[in-house]
Each structure stands twice: as structure tokens, then as C-alpha cells.
């Protein structure tokens, strides 16, 4: 029993990592609580469940597709629906928990609520420490680990990348030497979507896709920025792995339906006893 | 004569023909509506509608009955009472229903039967385990008489289940259980009945939520309580990722039980394979229930373009034909005479002769309706219990010896 918490927090706390990372891009950037952030992640798993089965894609090029397919369209919710709106946090707020509820009755009418499944990339398996992994759950560990090696090589090396610190540290300062803030915060939205697509595309294959599978991932998302504090890359995946650790721990030694009531508790928690996180600045100032 | 009494007369002569011939005919000769509900998005309720089509259409190229049609009007009911209850008012105050029949949740069930009894309706449900929608019939006849079942209830079921869960642990020597449940109302009988029966050799007693994506844990657990036979009782989504998990994690336990979403002619492929070995109780399968069956199935393949999938299609093809012959017997649609002629039902439809007991539910056992078991073995669905129905043997998940 400890391996499989072991093992399967291992490679849930990868996946929140993910999430977490492009949680926190949008909302340490552009100070934008993206509730459409779940969202994202449905939309990506239902984008690759219609291209491998009903046009019969291969399915690396599907995620690919659907990864690029999702951020754009996180490109177009930020300048449609969320720009014009960007100064006031409840509004924000509004419309996308509104997108959020659209984009799963969109999810219903299409697919109805029964459960759809996404292929296996690498079918197969072997055992460790006594529990069966898959590969596609070993392909999850090494894929996380890449892109987050990835978004730390283009925060630090990139022009991009450090335009976005910079306008994350303090937007009028950058504004004011001349770096495109508007730009910048697209940037960071395509990014943010792009990595909730990846989330979900890594986690569509084990689990199966339906319409309210975006709560959980937001949650977790929410709840993980809020433990690490913004600002720290490790702070983050320290938060990650620690939510994930602690959701095994409740699934397996208590029951599984508290699974999500674990993650509601470490953000309760740490909102209330420790408001700026583990790590870095807080969400709350 | 003067003028108001030649008004007065033109009146009276006009109204005359008008009260005799123009009055609308109640519906005599239209034709018989049977509202149908369920979820029709999904498989179960997409089996209730198909198969009640079948049947309606079968019967109207016959001539009908009483020498009108059948028109089927269809009522979503997405799985959910609150649904349900609109969707029963609007069947019986718009479309004004002559007989209700479907559904697949007994929640939804529960909801909806005060609401028809109270209209004096008759609603045969063609699924919805519970036993608590025929107690009610034992309980408050008056009111709740117009509720038949062409289905076994859920304590019907639960002896038929632990006959099979038996003669398999004695067949493949193995004493340890292990129970995977959803929560839902109709499975709590099974559970106590198998909880009762297994004593200790009940070995892990897992409940999950009917939507539940991930039931990591319950097989994790299941698996460390090293029990020998997974008994599934998933009537709803579970029973996806239940299978998908299984596989893949070589769980090495023999699967029986109840899955509703193995029997879908989907599941291969939406497992990949991994169903290969994968076990459920099926009510319609291809095999000589009664003479009627396989004639049914192939009409029924020939028609879809894909086979029978859930336990309501059987149910449903033979409650219409039920519900007709009842109306045919009764002469009219009066539904106190309607209650008269389904009580004195003795029918032989695809599932088995179905005849219904003082609480309107049918009568269970080999004579009545069968109850067998699928397993998938490549591709494909074998008839595997009873021994004197298979149509193949049995096989073992390939990483257990």
C-alpha cells in the first residue's frame, strides 16, 4: 500500500506541477484568476478524443494539435472576453467561471456525460516495488519533467521569457522600459493554456474524459499556487508534490471520495495560517 | 316567420349536427401514445428507445391494436429526478400519455411513480432495480397498482448473483471476495445480501461514486487484501475506468459481478482490449432464452447496424408487447382494467415468459427469466453461465495462472 502512494503521488504530483506552473504563469504575470484554467484541460482532452477516434488521427499528432488548439483558444478567451474586463478581479472572475459552465454544457451537448476515453500512447507495463505501472503513466513523469526543464530554460534564456519576469515583478516598471505588456500577458496566456492542455492530455489516456473533469484540476491548480507562493519555480513543485503526497495519503488511509477534501484543506489552511505560501510572494498581499 | 325566430331556427339546426358529428371524438381512433423515458444519451436509455421502437413498429405493421397504432412519444430523463418529474408532467399534461414505460434509474424511478399513480397511469418500468418502487405496490395497492416491471428487482437479482458468485468459487477454488459497489440506491440490497452470505471470506468492501474516474485505490486495496474475485456491481460510468485500471494494473483477481457498460458492444474498444476476460451478468444475449430471442437479436442487428446492449433492451421489446397484449385482453385503455389484464400477463418474450407476481415484479428463476453471464474474449461477448446456455468456455485474465 505505501508503494502505490508512493509511486502514484510521485507521478500525480508531476501533473500538478504542470498545473500548477501554468496557473501561476497567468496569475503571477497578469494577476488574472483564471477560472476557465480547468477548463482548458477539458477542452484539450475532448480535442484529442475526437481527433484519434472519429477522424482517426495518430495520436502523438492529436496531442500535439490539441495542445496548440488550446492555447490559442486560451489566447482568444484572454482578448475577447478577459482583457476588456482585466481591472477588476470579480469581473474576471464572472466571466470566466461563465466560460468555465459554457464550455462544459458545450462538452454535454456534444458528447453527453458518458465517459469517453483517450488511447494509450505506449500500451503496456512493468512492475516496480511490487505495483503495476504503465507506460503511459511512466511517460507522464518523463514528459513533466521536460517541460518543466523547458519553461525554466525559457523564462531564463529567452527575450520572452524575461519579459514576462519582468512584467511579473512590476508591470509599470516594464512598461516604462519599453517591454509590450499586452503582448506579454497573450504570451503568458497562450503559455498558461498550453501547459493546462499538457495536464490534461498526460492525464486523459489513465483516467477518461468527461464534462466535469476541469474542477478537480482547477482545485488542485489554485490550491497549489496558493501553498507555494508565487515567484519560486521550486516553491511550486515542493507545493505540488506535497498536495499530491497528501491527496494519496487521504485516498488510501482514509477513503478516496475525500480526495478533493484534502486539497480544499490545504488551501483552507494555508490561506488562513500562512497567507503568503511556503515560498515567494503570496497570492494575498 | 319573423326574423329572431328564423335565426333561432338556422341556430338550433347548424348546433344540431354540430353537437353530433362536430364534438371531437376522444381519441378512439387516433392512436394509443405510450410516453417512453430514460436517458437516451446513454447506452441503457439508447437500448429503451431503440427497442421500443422496434417493437412499436412490429406491432403497427401488424395492424396495431384495437384497431389503432401505437405512437411513441419520448421524454428525456438525463438520469436525474428533477428531469424525470418534467419530463413525466409534460408526457402526461401536454402529450396526454395513455401508458408510461422506460426508465433505467431507480432514482428517477421513485421520483416519477407517485406523479403517474396519482393520474392514474400505467407505468411499466423496464429497468430500475429497486425494490422499494414494487413495495410500494404491496403497500398502498390503491394508489400504486398501475406500477408493473418487466426486470428483476435488485433482491431478485441479488440471489441469482450469489447462485453464479458461488458456483464460481467452487469451480475455480477460491474463497476471497472482494466487492466493488457504487452508491446508488437500487445496489444496497445486493450488498447486504452478499455481506451476509460471504461472512469473512468477504475480504474488501469498496463503494464508488457512480461517476467515479479513478478507482485507483479501491484496487489497490482490493489487491491488498490479496481477495481472489472482484464482484463489480456498476451500473454507471465506474465501470470504464474499473475495467481499464484492472487490466492494467494485472489486478490478479477473476471479475464477476454486475458491469452495465461491459455489455455495450463499445466496450472492447473503449477498453482497447482490456476487457479481454472482463466478466458481467448480461440480460439479453444471443443464446435460446426463449424461441423468440435470436430471431429478436438478429432483426434487431439487421436494423441498428449494432447489437443489443444493455438490460433494458430485452425488458423494453417485451414490455410493449406486454402493455399491447394487456390492451388487447382488457378491450379498451382504461386503466383499471388494464391493471386487471397485465396482472393476469403470462407472456413469452425475448427475455423468458415473463408472468408478474403479487407485487408486480416478474417471476425469477430458469423457467421464468434466465440469468446469464457474458464474458469478452477477443472482441467479442461469450455466453458463459449457465453451463447449460454458454456458448464458449470460459477463460482466465492472461497474468493470472
Known amino acids: 500500500m505505501l508503494a502505490d502512494i508512493v509511486i502514484f503521488g510521485t507521478i500525480w504530483g508531476a501533473i500538478y506541477t504542470i498545473l500548477a506552473l501554468g496557473f501561476t504563469l497567468i496569475f503571477g504575470v497578469a494577476r488574472i484568476l483564471n477560472l476557465a484554467y480547468g477548463a482548458m484541460y477539458l477542452v484539450a482532452s475532448y480535442l484529442i478524443y475526437t481527433l484519434v477516434t472519429r477522424f482517426g488521427m495518430a495520436a502523438p499528432v492529436a496531442w500535439l494539435l490539441a495542445v496548440a488548439a488550446t492555447a490559442i483558444a486560451g489566447m482568444l478567451l484572454y482578448r475577447l472576453f478577459i482583457f476588456p474586463l482585466r481591472d477588476t478581479l470579480g469581473r474576471v472572475l464572472i466571466v470566466t467561471a461563465g466560460m468555465a459552465i459554457f464550455l462544459q454544457e458545450v462538452a454535454v451537448l456534444l458528447y453527453s456525460t458518458e465517459p469517453r476515453y483517450v488511447p494509450t500512447l505506449f500500451p503496456g507495463s512493468l512492475e516496480f516495488l511490487g505495483v503495476r505501472i504503465t507506460h503511459q503513466q511512466l511517460l507522464t513523469l518523463v514528459v513533466a519533467f521536460a517541460l518543466v526543464a523547458l519553461l525554466h530554460l525559457f523564462l531564463e534564456r529567452t527575450r520572452y521569457g524575461r519579459e514576462l519576469r519582468a512584467v511579473a515583478q512590476d508591470a509599470e516598471m516594464a512598461s516604462l522600459m519599453g517591454i509590450p505588456v499586452e503582448r506579454t500577458y497573450l504570451v503568458a496566456m497562450g503559455l498558461s493554456t498550453a501547459l493546462a492542455a499538457a495536464a490534461g492530455a498526460l492525464v486523459a489516456p489513465f483516467l477518461t474524459v468527461s464534462p466535469e473533469m476541469g474542477w478537480s484540476p482547477l482545485l488542485v491548480a489554485f490550491t497549489v499556487v496558493v501553498l507555494g507562493g508565487l515567484g519560486s519555480l521550486w516553491g511550486t513543485i515542493l507545493a505540488a508534490f506535497i498536495v499530491a503526497y497528501a491527496e494519496m495519503f487521504t485516498a488510501y488511509l482514509i477513503s478516496p471520495q475525500l480526495r478533493d477534501a484534502a486539497t480544499f484543506a490545504i488551501m483552507i489552511g494555508t490561506l488562513v495560517f500562512r497567507p503568503h505560501g511556503l515560498f515567494g510572494k503570496g497570492i494575498v498581499e | ?401
Not at chain 2, 430471431?295 to 433494458?312: E, N
Open chain 2, 1 to 401: 316567420m319573423d326574423r329572431s325566430t328564423f335565426v333561432r331556427a338556422v341556430a338550433v339546426a347548424l348546433a344540431v349536427p354540430a353537437l353530433v358529428f362536430g364534438t371531437p371524438v376522444p381519441a378512439q381512433t387516433g392512436p394509443i401514445k405510450v410516453g417512453v423515458i430514460g436517458p437516451f444519451k446513454l447506452t441503457p436509455g439508447r437500448d429503451i428507445q431503440e427497442a421500443a421502437t422496434l417493437a412499436a413498429d412490429e406491432v403497427n405493421a401488424a395492424g396495431g391494436v384495437l384497431g389503432r397504432k401505437l405512437q411513441l412519444v419520448f421524454a428525456e430523463t438525463e438520469q436525474s429526478p428533477e428531469k424525470g418529474k418534467t419530463a413525466v408532467e409534460r408526457l402526461l399534461f401536454v402529450d396526454k400519455v395513455d401508458v408510461i414505460i422506460g426508465e433505467h434509474r431507480s432514482e428517477v424511478a421513485l421520483a416519477v411513480q407517485p406523479i403517474i399513480a396519482e393520474n392514474k397511469k400505467i407505468f411499466l418500468s423496464t429497468g430500475t432495480a429497486s425494490p422499494l418502487l414494487s413495495d410500494n405496490v404491496l403497500k398502498d395497492y390503491s394508489k400504486y397498482k398501475y406500477y408493473f416491471r418487466t426486470f428483476l428487482n435488485a433482491n431478485q437479482m441479488a440471489e441469482q448473483m450469489q447462485l453464479q458468485l458461488t458456483d464460481m468459487m467452487s469451480t475455480y477454488k477460491r474463497e476471497k471476495v472482494a466487492v466493488i459497489a457504487e452508491t446508488a440506491v437500487w445496489v444496497e440490497p445486493i450488498v447486504a445480501a452478499l455481506k451476509k452470505s460471504l461472512g469473512s471470506r468477504l475480504v474488501a468492501l469498496e463503494r464508488v461514486s457512480t461517476n467515479a474516474k479513478d478507482l485507483s485505490v479501491e484496487l489497490s486495496r482490493v489487491q491488498s487484501a490479496k481477495a481472489q474475485i472482484v464482484f463489480a456491481i456498476l451500473a454507471a460510468d465506474a465501470g470504464l475506468p474499473f475495467a481499464r485500471q484492472w487490466a492494467d494494473r494485472q489486478i490478479p483477481a477473476l471479475i464477476t459481478g454486475y458491469t452495465v457498460m461491459a455489455q455495450s458492444d463499445r466496450f472492447w474498444e473503449q477498453t482497447e482490449g482490456r476487457a479481454q476476460a472482463f466478466m458481467t451478468w448480461k440480460h439479453g444475449v444471443r443464446a435460446p432464452i426463449s424461441p423468440k430471442t435470436i430471431p429478436y437479436w438478429d432483426r434487431f442487428t439487421k436494423k441498428y447496424g449494432h447489437v443489443p446492449g444493455a438490460y433494458t433492451n430485452f425488458a423494453t421489446y417485451d414490455g410493449v408487447f406486454i402493455l399491447v397484449d394487456a390492451i388487447r385482453r382488457a378491450g379498451s385503455l382504461d386503466s383499471d382494467a388494464l391493471v386487471k389484464a397485465l396482472e393476469a400477463t403470462d407472456h413469452v418474450g425475448v427475455s423468458g415468459r415473463i408472468k408478474f407476481s403479487k407485487r408486480h415484479d416478474p417471476e425469477a428463476g430458469p423457467e421464468f427469466l434466465p440469468f446469464t453471464y457474458i464474458q469478452w474474449n477477443k472482441g467479442e461477448m461469450v455466453t458463459v453461465w449457465p453451463p447449460k446456455m454458454k456458448t464458449g468456455e470460459m477463460q482466465m485474465p492472461a497474468w493470472i495462472k
